[in-house]
């Protein structure tokens, strides 16, 4: 059963980049059945997508958000990865990393537990 | 931006009852809309997509149906390990969620 575990910093500076990776257990991210994708749920706004991305590296971003965010894959190391750059307090929240299935339009099917990054000086 | 707007906030409804939660577009979404539950300090659990579909391994309590701009979830007859938040996402336009509806114990 595939498994999946975000991690970086739990604390990040204003106008600072956040960084989190998730690491894939149980299962190959190099699959042609998914697509790995992030979200993000923020205790006034609710939950938000950020983007996802297919092993070979095209990614789709959040418009919201496209101009501060990349999303990488590390084959290699079963990962992949979340840059958002120029962050503000409103980026604050837990951030969830998950494999999006085609069979069930690109929804996902497995998340990681999440993981609490707040924005602050 | 496409925006989903749920309702009601919150059902209040005992064990066996039947649940029927709300979720309205604000522009067509075709049957581009998927339901979500969350329960707290857990990572949300997809139980139906493309409006009626139930995603693998969901329980047949759990129904979907609507299109264009209004949807709805039903859960036929509540167990307690239902009790929990409730979110629809579509992914007409990018993908937006609603702001959620709370099913809690009456």
């Known amino acids: 059963q595939v498994q999946l575990q975000e991690s970086g910093p739990g604390l990040v500076k204003p106008s600072q980049t956040l960084s989190l990776t998730c690491t894939v257990s149980?299962?190959?991210?190099?699959?042609?059945?998914?697509?790995w994708g992030w979200l993000r749920r923020h205790p006034v706004k609710g939950l938000e997508w950020i983007g996802y991305?297919?092993?070979?590296?095209?990614?789709f971003y959040n418009p919201s958000l496209q101009s501060r965010v990349a999303l990488s894959v590390d084959t290699s190391m079963n990962q992949f990865s979340l840059k958002l750059t120029s962050v503000t307090a409103a980026d604050s929240g837990v951030y969830y990393c998950?494999?999006?299935?085609?069979?069930?339009?690109?929804?996902?099917?497995?998340w990681g537990r999440g993981t609490l990054v707040t924005v602050s000086s | 931006e496409i925006v989903l707007t749920q309702s009601p906030a919150t059902l209040s409804l005992s064990p066996g009852e039947r649940a029927t939660l709300s979720c309205r577009a604000s522009q067509s979404v075709s049957t581009f809309l998927a339901w979500y539950q969350l329960k707290p300090g857990q990572a949300p659990r997809l139980l139906i997509y493309d409006a009626s579909n139930r995603a693998p391994g969901i329980p047949a309590r759990f129904s979907g149906g609507g299109s264009g701009t209004d949807f709805t979830l039903t859960i036929s007859s509540l167990e307690p390990e239902d009790f929990a938040v409730y979110y629809c996402q579509q992914r007409s336009n990018w993908r937006t969620f609603g702001q959620g509806t709370k099913v809690e114990i009456k």
């Open positions: 998950a494999r999006l299935l085609a069979a069930t339009a690109l929804n996902p099917d497995s």
């Open positions: 149980g299962g190959s991210i190099s699959s042609n059945a998914y697509y």
């Open positions: 991305i297919y092993y070979r590296g095209s990614a």
